[in-house]
Protein backbone atom coordinates (compact mmCIF):
# COMPACT_ATOMS: atom_id res chain seq x y z
CA UNK A 1 0.00 0.00 0.00
CA UNK A 2 1.40 3.25 -0.97
CA UNK A 3 -0.36 5.24 1.02
CA UNK A 4 -0.71 5.20 4.67
CA UNK A 5 -4.27 4.09 5.42
CA UNK A 6 -6.27 6.69 7.52
CA UNK A 7 -9.43 5.03 8.87
CA UNK A 8 -10.17 2.41 11.59
CA UNK A 9 -7.66 0.09 11.19
CA UNK A 10 -10.41 -3.06 12.24
CA UNK A 11 -13.72 -2.98 11.32
CA UNK A 12 -16.41 -5.47 12.09
CA UNK A 13 -19.97 -5.22 10.47
CA UNK A 14 -22.75 -7.42 11.49
CA UNK A 15 -20.57 -10.45 12.63
CA UNK A 16 -22.15 -13.86 12.90
CA UNK A 17 -20.73 -16.86 14.23
CA UNK A 18 -22.55 -20.54 15.45
CA UNK A 19 -20.72 -23.25 16.89
CA UNK A 20 -23.44 -26.07 16.22
CA UNK A 21 -27.06 -24.65 18.59
CA UNK A 22 -24.48 -21.91 20.26
CA UNK A 23 -24.87 -18.33 18.77
CA UNK A 24 -21.44 -17.25 19.78
CA UNK A 25 -21.31 -13.79 18.37
CA UNK A 26 -24.61 -11.94 17.87
CA UNK A 27 -24.37 -9.00 15.18
CA UNK A 28 -20.98 -7.84 16.29
CA UNK A 29 -19.92 -4.31 15.06
CA UNK A 30 -17.00 -2.97 16.49
CA UNK A 31 -14.58 -0.29 14.98
CA UNK A 32 -10.89 -0.50 16.50
CA UNK A 33 -8.81 3.15 15.31
CA UNK A 34 -5.05 2.85 14.73
CA UNK A 35 -3.65 3.29 18.34
CA UNK A 36 -6.21 2.55 19.93
CA UNK A 37 -6.66 -0.43 22.85
CA UNK A 38 -9.87 -1.54 23.33
CA UNK A 39 -10.25 -3.99 26.35
CA UNK A 40 -12.59 -6.78 25.74
CA UNK A 41 -14.24 -7.89 29.16
CA UNK A 42 -17.44 -10.39 30.55
CA UNK A 43 -18.24 -13.37 32.16
CA UNK A 44 -16.91 -16.56 30.58
CA UNK A 45 -18.27 -17.81 27.53
CA UNK A 46 -19.62 -14.23 26.44
CA UNK A 47 -17.65 -14.51 23.10
CA UNK A 48 -14.94 -12.14 24.00
CA UNK A 49 -11.77 -14.47 22.90
CA UNK A 50 -14.20 -16.28 19.95
CA UNK A 51 -14.13 -12.12 18.79
CA UNK A 52 -10.74 -11.77 19.20
CA UNK A 53 -10.21 -14.99 17.02
CA UNK A 54 -12.16 -14.10 14.51
CA UNK A 55 -9.80 -10.91 13.73
CA UNK A 56 -7.06 -12.99 12.19
CA UNK A 57 -9.34 -15.88 10.74
CA UNK A 58 -8.35 -17.99 13.02
CA UNK A 59 -11.96 -18.39 13.72
CA UNK A 60 -14.05 -18.00 10.42
CA UNK A 61 -17.46 -16.59 10.92
CA UNK A 62 -21.14 -17.20 9.61
CA UNK A 63 -21.73 -13.79 7.96
CA UNK A 64 -21.11 -10.32 8.43
CA UNK A 65 -17.84 -9.01 7.35
CA UNK A 66 -14.30 -8.13 8.85
CA UNK A 67 -11.68 -5.43 7.81
CA UNK A 68 -8.78 -4.97 8.40
CA UNK A 69 -6.86 -1.90 7.39
CA UNK A 70 -9.97 -1.23 4.62
CA UNK A 71 -10.01 -4.71 3.25
CA UNK A 72 -11.82 -7.37 3.90
CA UNK A 73 -10.12 -10.46 5.70
CA UNK A 74 -9.06 -13.20 2.57
CA UNK A 75 -10.71 -16.40 2.64
CA UNK A 76 -8.00 -18.49 2.58
CA UNK A 77 -4.13 -19.09 1.33
CA UNK A 78 -1.58 -16.71 0.22
CA UNK A 79 -3.47 -13.94 1.16
CA UNK A 80 -5.09 -14.54 4.47
CA UNK A 81 -0.70 -15.42 5.63
CA UNK A 82 -0.03 -12.37 4.88
CA UNK A 83 -2.47 -10.56 6.55
CA UNK A 84 -1.75 -12.63 9.25
CA UNK A 85 1.32 -11.36 9.27
CA UNK A 86 0.38 -7.93 9.92
CA UNK A 87 -1.56 -9.11 12.52
CA UNK A 88 0.32 -9.68 16.07
CA UNK A 89 -1.30 -12.73 18.42
CA UNK A 90 -0.87 -13.50 21.92
CA UNK A 91 -2.50 -16.25 23.03
CA UNK A 92 -3.58 -17.68 26.50
CA UNK A 93 -1.09 -20.60 26.41
CA UNK A 94 1.53 -18.80 25.00
CA UNK A 95 2.11 -21.17 22.30
CA UNK A 96 5.95 -21.14 22.12
CA UNK A 97 7.68 -23.47 19.57
CA UNK A 98 8.50 -26.31 21.30
CA UNK A 99 11.47 -27.90 19.40
CA UNK A 100 12.78 -24.16 18.74
CA UNK A 101 15.09 -22.05 21.00
CA UNK A 102 14.02 -18.51 22.40
CA UNK A 103 15.96 -17.16 19.83
CA UNK A 104 14.52 -18.74 16.99
CA UNK A 105 10.98 -18.57 17.57
CA UNK A 106 11.38 -14.99 17.34
CA UNK A 107 13.55 -15.17 13.97
CA UNK A 108 11.03 -17.86 12.54
CA UNK A 109 8.59 -15.16 11.24
CA UNK A 110 10.93 -12.79 9.93
CA UNK A 111 13.25 -15.39 8.45
CA UNK A 112 10.40 -17.31 6.90
CA UNK A 113 7.79 -14.42 6.05
CA UNK A 114 9.55 -11.70 5.62
CA UNK A 115 12.61 -13.49 4.13
CA UNK A 116 14.84 -11.31 5.89
CA UNK A 117 18.53 -12.22 6.54
CA UNK A 118 19.64 -14.45 9.31
CA UNK A 119 21.80 -12.36 10.91
CA UNK A 120 19.66 -9.07 10.61
CA UNK A 121 16.62 -11.20 12.04
CA UNK A 122 18.83 -12.19 14.85
CA UNK A 123 20.24 -8.76 15.72
CA UNK A 124 16.56 -7.34 16.13
CA UNK A 125 15.18 -10.62 17.84
CA UNK A 126 17.91 -10.28 20.56
CA UNK A 127 16.94 -6.29 20.96
CA UNK A 128 13.50 -7.42 21.43
CA UNK A 129 13.90 -9.95 23.89
CA UNK A 130 16.18 -7.24 25.65
CA UNK A 131 13.13 -4.75 25.51
CA UNK A 132 10.70 -7.34 27.21
CA UNK A 133 13.65 -8.64 29.31
CA UNK A 134 14.59 -12.31 28.42
CA UNK A 135 17.50 -11.56 26.36
CA UNK A 136 19.54 -13.79 28.58
CA UNK A 137 17.32 -16.81 28.07
CA UNK A 138 17.79 -16.58 23.98
CA UNK A 139 19.31 -19.83 23.88
CA UNK A 140 17.47 -21.60 26.18
CA UNK A 141 14.07 -23.55 24.73
CA UNK A 142 10.24 -22.72 25.77
CA UNK A 143 9.66 -25.23 28.41
CA UNK A 144 13.31 -24.06 30.09
CA UNK A 145 11.44 -20.61 30.90
CA UNK A 146 8.87 -19.57 33.48
CA UNK A 147 5.57 -18.96 32.25
CA UNK A 148 5.89 -15.03 32.74
CA UNK A 149 9.30 -15.50 30.65
CA UNK A 150 7.48 -17.53 27.74
CA UNK A 151 4.31 -15.17 27.42
CA UNK A 152 7.02 -12.34 26.92
CA UNK A 153 8.80 -14.22 24.34
CA UNK A 154 5.53 -14.91 22.51
CA UNK A 155 5.06 -11.09 22.70
CA UNK A 156 8.08 -9.85 20.97
CA UNK A 157 7.75 -12.82 18.53
CA UNK A 158 4.23 -11.28 17.51
CA UNK A 159 6.52 -7.85 17.74
CA UNK A 160 9.39 -8.52 14.88
CA UNK A 161 6.90 -9.09 12.49
CA UNK A 162 6.40 -5.06 12.92
CA UNK A 163 3.00 -5.81 13.63
CA UNK A 164 -0.33 -2.68 12.63
CA UNK A 165 -2.42 -4.29 15.36
CA UNK A 166 -1.69 -6.90 18.36
CA UNK A 167 -4.59 -9.25 19.57
CA UNK A 168 -4.31 -10.49 23.20
CA UNK A 169 -6.13 -13.50 23.91
CA UNK A 170 -6.50 -13.34 27.96
CA UNK A 171 -2.82 -13.32 28.11
CA UNK A 172 -2.40 -13.63 31.37
CA UNK A 173 -4.84 -16.28 32.82
CA UNK A 174 -2.53 -19.10 32.63
CA UNK A 175 0.17 -17.28 34.56
CA UNK A 176 0.97 -17.89 38.20
CA UNK A 177 -0.13 -14.41 40.46
CA UNK A 178 3.65 -12.93 41.01
CA UNK A 179 3.77 -13.28 37.06
CA UNK A 180 1.12 -11.34 35.71
CA UNK A 181 2.55 -8.14 36.00
CA UNK A 182 5.77 -8.66 34.88
CA UNK A 183 3.61 -9.44 31.54
CA UNK A 184 1.33 -6.34 31.68
CA UNK A 185 3.80 -4.08 32.10
CA UNK A 186 5.40 -5.13 28.65
CA UNK A 187 1.81 -4.18 27.35
CA UNK A 188 1.20 -0.62 29.12
CA UNK A 189 5.09 -0.24 27.52
CA UNK A 190 3.52 -1.39 24.07
CA UNK A 191 0.53 0.47 24.38
CA UNK A 192 2.43 3.95 25.49
CA UNK A 193 4.34 3.25 22.63
CA UNK A 194 1.41 3.59 20.25
CA UNK A 195 0.18 0.06 19.41
CA UNK A 196 -3.23 -0.86 18.76
CA UNK A 197 -4.56 -3.68 20.62
CA UNK A 198 -7.21 -5.80 21.22
CA UNK A 199 -7.35 -7.08 24.84
CA UNK A 200 -9.76 -10.07 26.02
CA UNK A 201 -8.69 -10.07 29.80
CA UNK A 202 -9.68 -10.33 33.38
CA UNK A 203 -6.89 -7.67 34.72
CA UNK A 204 -9.23 -4.34 35.11
CA UNK A 205 -6.89 -2.75 36.88
CA UNK A 206 -5.18 -3.03 33.45
CA UNK A 207 -8.38 -1.59 31.94
CA UNK A 208 -8.78 0.79 33.73
CA UNK A 209 -5.28 2.17 33.59
CA UNK A 210 -4.50 1.49 29.44
CA UNK A 211 -7.82 0.98 27.76
CA UNK A 212 -8.84 3.72 25.39
CA UNK A 213 -12.31 1.49 25.29
CA UNK A 214 -13.82 -0.83 27.19
CA UNK A 215 -16.43 -3.40 25.44
CA UNK A 216 -18.32 -5.28 27.45
CA UNK A 217 -19.70 -8.34 25.94
CA UNK A 218 -22.26 -11.03 26.99
CA UNK A 219 -24.35 -14.30 25.43
CA UNK A 220 -22.49 -13.12 22.66
CA UNK A 221 -23.28 -9.46 22.14
CA UNK A 222 -21.66 -6.42 22.71
CA UNK A 223 -23.70 -4.71 25.62
CA UNK A 224 -22.39 -1.53 25.92
CA UNK A 225 -18.87 -0.05 25.81
CA UNK A 226 -17.28 2.93 26.88
CA UNK A 227 -14.16 4.57 28.56
CA UNK A 228 -12.90 2.76 31.53
CA UNK A 229 -13.98 5.22 34.00
CA UNK A 230 -17.20 5.55 32.84
CA UNK A 231 -17.90 1.84 32.35
CA UNK A 232 -16.81 0.93 36.01
CA UNK A 233 -17.76 3.85 37.50
CA UNK A 234 -21.09 4.06 35.64
CA UNK A 235 -21.95 1.11 34.11
CA UNK A 236 -25.71 1.31 32.15
CA UNK A 237 -26.56 -2.07 32.15
CA UNK A 238 -27.86 -4.35 34.19
CA UNK A 239 -25.59 -7.33 32.86
CA UNK A 240 -22.56 -5.16 33.48
CA UNK A 241 -23.76 -3.98 36.65
CA UNK A 242 -24.36 -7.79 37.70
CA UNK A 243 -20.73 -8.89 36.35
CA UNK A 244 -18.58 -5.89 37.83
CA UNK A 245 -20.17 -6.64 41.32
CA UNK A 246 -19.51 -10.61 41.11
CA UNK A 247 -15.75 -9.30 40.70
CA UNK A 248 -15.83 -6.66 42.89
CA UNK A 249 -12.59 -7.37 45.56
CA UNK A 250 -10.28 -8.98 42.51
CA UNK B 1 27.42 -79.86 11.36
CA UNK B 2 27.71 -77.14 14.31
CA UNK B 3 27.65 -73.25 13.56
CA UNK B 4 31.62 -73.37 13.37
CA UNK B 5 31.18 -75.21 10.19
CA UNK B 6 28.45 -73.27 8.85
CA UNK B 7 30.69 -70.20 8.84
CA UNK B 8 33.89 -72.03 7.46
CA UNK B 9 32.05 -73.58 5.20
CA UNK B 10 29.44 -71.13 4.01
CA UNK B 11 31.02 -67.82 5.71
CA UNK B 12 31.34 -65.60 2.54
CA UNK B 13 27.97 -65.97 0.93
CA UNK B 14 26.60 -65.62 4.98
CA UNK B 15 28.50 -62.22 5.41
CA UNK B 16 27.17 -61.19 1.89
CA UNK B 17 23.24 -62.57 2.88
CA UNK B 18 23.99 -60.23 6.17
CA UNK B 19 24.69 -57.16 4.47
CA UNK B 20 21.85 -57.87 2.12
CA UNK B 21 19.67 -57.92 5.27
CA UNK B 22 20.99 -54.10 6.64
CA UNK B 23 21.24 -52.90 2.61
CA UNK B 24 17.41 -53.71 2.48
CA UNK B 25 16.42 -52.84 5.79
CA UNK B 26 18.01 -49.35 5.24
CA UNK B 27 16.33 -48.61 2.10
CA UNK B 28 13.01 -49.91 3.04
CA UNK B 29 13.03 -47.95 6.21
CA UNK B 30 14.00 -44.15 4.81
CA UNK B 31 11.70 -45.02 1.55
CA UNK B 32 8.88 -45.75 4.20
CA UNK B 33 9.79 -42.73 6.32
CA UNK B 34 9.62 -40.75 2.92
CA UNK B 35 6.90 -42.28 1.85
CA UNK B 36 5.06 -42.04 4.96
CA UNK B 37 5.70 -38.51 5.23
CA UNK B 38 4.06 -37.87 2.24
CA UNK B 39 1.13 -39.85 3.15
CA UNK B 40 0.76 -38.21 6.97
CA UNK B 41 1.14 -34.55 4.74
CA UNK B 42 -1.94 -35.69 3.00
CA UNK B 43 -3.50 -36.44 6.18
CA UNK B 44 -3.63 -33.58 7.61
CA UNK B 45 -4.06 -31.34 4.37
CA UNK B 46 -7.02 -28.71 4.73
CA UNK B 47 -8.13 -30.63 1.40
CA UNK B 48 -10.44 -32.96 1.95
CA UNK B 49 -9.76 -35.57 -0.69
CA UNK B 50 -6.10 -35.08 0.16
CA UNK B 51 -7.14 -36.40 3.41
CA UNK B 52 -9.26 -39.62 2.08
CA UNK B 53 -6.74 -40.64 -0.21
CA UNK B 54 -4.04 -40.48 2.71
CA UNK B 55 -6.24 -42.34 5.05
CA UNK B 56 -7.26 -45.35 2.60
CA UNK B 57 -3.64 -45.52 1.73
CA UNK B 58 -2.72 -46.04 5.38
CA UNK B 59 -5.54 -47.97 5.94
CA UNK B 60 -4.84 -50.81 3.00
CA UNK B 61 -0.89 -50.85 3.52
CA UNK B 62 -1.33 -51.09 7.15
CA UNK B 63 -3.81 -54.11 7.38
CA UNK B 64 -2.09 -56.36 4.32
CA UNK B 65 -0.26 -59.30 5.23
CA UNK B 66 3.28 -58.33 3.23
CA UNK B 67 3.34 -62.14 1.45
CA UNK B 68 -0.12 -61.78 0.11
CA UNK B 69 0.93 -58.06 -1.31
CA UNK B 70 4.30 -59.71 -2.32
CA UNK B 71 2.07 -62.18 -4.35
CA UNK B 72 0.52 -59.31 -5.98
CA UNK B 73 3.72 -57.89 -7.26
CA UNK B 74 5.38 -61.35 -8.03
CA UNK B 75 2.29 -62.52 -9.88
CA UNK B 76 0.00 -60.74 -10.17
CA UNK B 77 1.33 -57.14 -11.68
CA UNK B 78 2.86 -59.22 -14.56
CA UNK B 79 -0.71 -59.81 -16.08
CA UNK B 80 -0.45 -56.02 -15.77
CA UNK B 81 2.84 -56.13 -17.89
CA UNK B 82 5.09 -54.97 -15.10
CA UNK B 83 7.44 -57.62 -14.59
CA UNK B 84 9.78 -56.67 -11.84
CA UNK B 85 13.05 -57.77 -10.82
CA UNK B 86 12.55 -60.18 -7.37
CA UNK B 87 14.45 -57.63 -5.29
CA UNK B 88 12.37 -54.78 -6.19
CA UNK B 89 9.36 -56.45 -5.26
CA UNK B 90 10.05 -57.32 -2.15
CA UNK B 91 12.02 -53.70 -1.79
CA UNK B 92 8.60 -51.81 -2.70
CA UNK B 93 6.23 -54.76 -0.65
CA UNK B 94 8.05 -53.59 2.30
CA UNK B 95 7.99 -50.15 1.81
CA UNK B 96 4.46 -49.41 1.12
CA UNK B 97 3.65 -51.67 4.44
CA UNK B 98 6.36 -49.63 6.47
CA UNK B 99 5.06 -46.55 5.26
CA UNK B 100 1.70 -47.00 6.93
CA UNK B 101 2.93 -47.73 9.79
CA UNK B 102 5.41 -44.81 9.78
CA UNK B 103 2.23 -42.52 8.81
CA UNK B 104 0.77 -43.29 11.90
CA UNK B 105 3.53 -42.88 14.21
CA UNK B 106 4.14 -39.74 12.83
CA UNK B 107 0.17 -38.39 13.36
CA UNK B 108 0.95 -39.48 17.25
CA UNK B 109 3.45 -37.35 17.04
CA UNK B 110 1.64 -34.91 15.16
CA UNK B 111 -1.14 -34.88 18.17
CA UNK B 112 1.04 -34.18 20.41
CA UNK B 113 2.30 -30.88 19.28
CA UNK B 114 -0.82 -29.55 20.55
CA UNK B 115 -3.36 -26.70 17.89
CA UNK B 116 -1.91 -23.74 19.97
CA UNK B 117 1.38 -24.38 18.06
CA UNK B 118 -0.34 -24.61 15.06
CA UNK B 119 -2.23 -21.31 15.57
CA UNK B 120 1.02 -19.38 16.36
CA UNK B 121 2.61 -20.51 12.93
CA UNK B 122 -0.32 -19.45 11.29
CA UNK B 123 -1.03 -16.04 12.84
CA UNK B 124 2.93 -14.97 12.19
CA UNK B 125 1.58 -15.59 8.63
CA UNK B 126 3.82 -19.25 7.85
CA UNK B 127 1.99 -21.11 5.23
CA UNK B 128 0.54 -24.48 5.33
CA UNK B 129 3.40 -25.94 3.70
CA UNK B 130 5.65 -23.79 5.87
CA UNK B 131 3.97 -24.80 9.23
CA UNK B 132 4.51 -28.46 7.89
CA UNK B 133 8.52 -28.24 7.53
CA UNK B 134 9.44 -26.10 10.28
CA UNK B 135 7.06 -27.09 12.95
CA UNK B 136 5.18 -30.09 12.19
CA UNK B 137 7.77 -32.74 10.81
CA UNK B 138 10.91 -31.53 12.88
CA UNK B 139 8.55 -31.68 16.11
CA UNK B 140 6.94 -34.96 15.15
CA UNK B 141 10.18 -36.72 14.06
CA UNK B 142 12.21 -36.16 17.58
CA UNK B 143 8.89 -37.18 19.63
CA UNK B 144 8.61 -40.20 17.81
CA UNK B 145 11.87 -41.46 17.61
CA UNK B 146 11.38 -44.54 19.88
CA UNK B 147 8.31 -45.89 18.04
CA UNK B 148 10.05 -45.10 14.19
CA UNK B 149 12.97 -47.44 16.25
CA UNK B 150 10.43 -50.39 16.74
CA UNK B 151 9.48 -49.50 13.41
CA UNK B 152 13.31 -50.16 12.03
CA UNK B 153 13.09 -53.04 14.02
CA UNK B 154 10.32 -54.72 12.55
CA UNK B 155 11.22 -53.58 9.20
CA UNK B 156 14.53 -55.37 9.50
CA UNK B 157 12.59 -58.34 10.47
CA UNK B 158 10.56 -57.80 7.51
CA UNK B 159 12.95 -58.65 5.05
CA UNK B 160 12.56 -62.02 6.20
CA UNK B 161 9.93 -62.21 3.41
CA UNK B 162 13.09 -61.75 1.07
CA UNK B 163 13.27 -65.98 1.92
CA UNK B 164 10.43 -66.51 0.00
CA UNK B 165 11.89 -65.08 -3.63
CA UNK B 166 14.45 -66.04 -5.27
CA UNK B 167 18.04 -63.72 -4.31
CA UNK B 168 20.84 -63.06 -5.21
CA UNK B 169 22.74 -62.93 -2.33
CA UNK B 170 20.03 -64.28 -0.02
CA UNK B 171 19.20 -62.36 2.65
CA UNK B 172 19.63 -63.95 6.25
CA UNK B 173 16.47 -65.95 6.08
CA UNK B 174 16.74 -66.91 2.60
CA UNK B 175 19.99 -67.68 3.68
CA UNK B 176 18.59 -70.56 6.17
CA UNK B 177 17.37 -72.16 3.33
CA UNK B 178 20.48 -72.26 1.08
CA UNK B 179 22.68 -73.40 3.34
CA UNK B 180 19.45 -76.25 4.51
CA UNK B 181 19.57 -77.43 0.77
CA UNK B 182 22.98 -77.90 0.18
CA UNK B 183 24.25 -79.45 3.57
CA UNK B 184 22.58 -80.88 7.07
CA UNK B 185 23.65 -77.44 8.83
CA UNK B 186 19.85 -76.13 8.87
CA UNK B 187 19.28 -75.60 12.44
CA UNK B 188 22.31 -74.53 12.90
CA UNK B 189 22.16 -72.23 10.32
CA UNK B 190 18.92 -70.94 11.61
CA UNK B 191 20.97 -70.26 15.08
CA UNK B 192 23.20 -68.24 13.37
CA UNK B 193 20.39 -65.88 11.52
CA UNK B 194 18.64 -65.52 14.38
CA UNK B 195 21.73 -64.27 16.17
CA UNK B 196 22.61 -61.83 13.29
CA UNK B 197 18.63 -60.69 13.43
CA UNK B 198 18.58 -60.77 17.43
CA UNK B 199 22.30 -58.39 17.32
CA UNK B 200 21.19 -56.13 14.82
CA UNK B 201 18.32 -55.51 16.73
CA UNK B 202 19.36 -54.67 19.87
CA UNK B 203 22.17 -52.78 18.76
CA UNK B 204 19.62 -50.84 16.88
CA UNK B 205 17.48 -50.36 19.95
CA UNK B 206 20.25 -49.02 21.60
CA UNK B 207 21.14 -46.22 19.14
CA UNK B 208 17.58 -45.42 19.11
CA UNK B 209 17.62 -44.91 22.81
CA UNK B 210 20.59 -42.60 22.24
CA UNK B 211 19.08 -40.73 20.23
CA UNK B 212 15.93 -40.04 21.54
CA UNK B 213 17.25 -38.51 24.62
CA UNK B 214 19.59 -36.45 22.28
CA UNK B 215 16.37 -35.00 20.41
CA UNK B 216 13.55 -35.35 22.56
CA UNK B 217 11.99 -31.93 23.12
CA UNK B 218 11.19 -30.93 26.62
CA UNK B 219 7.48 -30.35 27.74
Known amino acids: ?250 | MGVAEVFTEFGDIYLQSVLSTWLMTAVCFAGGLLLGIVATVMRVSPLKPLRVVGDVYVQLFRNIPTVSLLVIFVYALPYLGATLPYRTCLIACVILIVSAFASENFMSGINAIGVGQIEAARSIGLSFTQIIRHVVIPQSLRTTVLPMTNLLIATLLTTAMGSQVPLKPPELTGMVNYVNSRSVAGISAFVVSAICYAGTSVVLGFLGNLLDKKVRIIR
Open chain 1, 1 to 250: MAEEYAGPIIQMRHVDKHFGQLHVLKDINLEVAKGEVVVLIGPSGSGKSTLCRTINRLETIDSGEILFQGVKLPEEGKELAALRAEIGMVFQSFNLFAHKTILDNVTMGPVEVLHRPRKEAEAEAMELLARVGVAEQAAKVPAQLSGGQQQRVAIARSLAMHPKAMLFDEPTSALDPEMINEVLDVMVELARQGMTMVVVTHEMNFARRVANRVVFMADGQIVEQNTPDEFFDHPQSERAKDFLDSIKGH
